[in-house]
């Protein structure tokens, strides 16, 4: 099952139309990647649906597509990101 799920991904060509090839490669890794994390049939289909909407955002608002899957996996919980370092201070 995994394999078909994964075939139907690589064989959308709409899924990735429009897009760099970096980001069409980094959009499928990712969704490689959540199906490798055991999901199921109908887990695979919203994972497609998935990647259409983030491809689509992509494209209409010209966000690349890294910060789109970052935006994603922040809301899930997955990754917090590190507060930035505050510059330092000049003194005179």
Do not use: C, F, Y
């Not at 994972?47 to 899957?69: C, D, F, S």
């Not at 922040?74 to 003194?91: K, V, Y």
């Amino acid at each position: 099952m995994l394999e078909r799920l994964i075939e139907e991904l690589l064989g959308d060509e709409s899924l990735t139309r429009g897009l760099s090839e970096s980001e069409a490669q980094e959009l499928l890794s990712w969704l490689i990647g959540l199906l490798e994390e055991d999901a199921d049939e109908r887990e695979g289909r919203l994972i497609h649906q998935l990647g259409r909407k983030l491809a689509g955002l992509a494209q209409r608002h010209r966000v690349p597509v890294e910060e789109l899957i970052e935006l994603v996996e922040l809301a899930w919980g997955e990754e917090i990101p590190a507060p930035p370092e505050p510059e330092p201070r000049l003194q005179a």
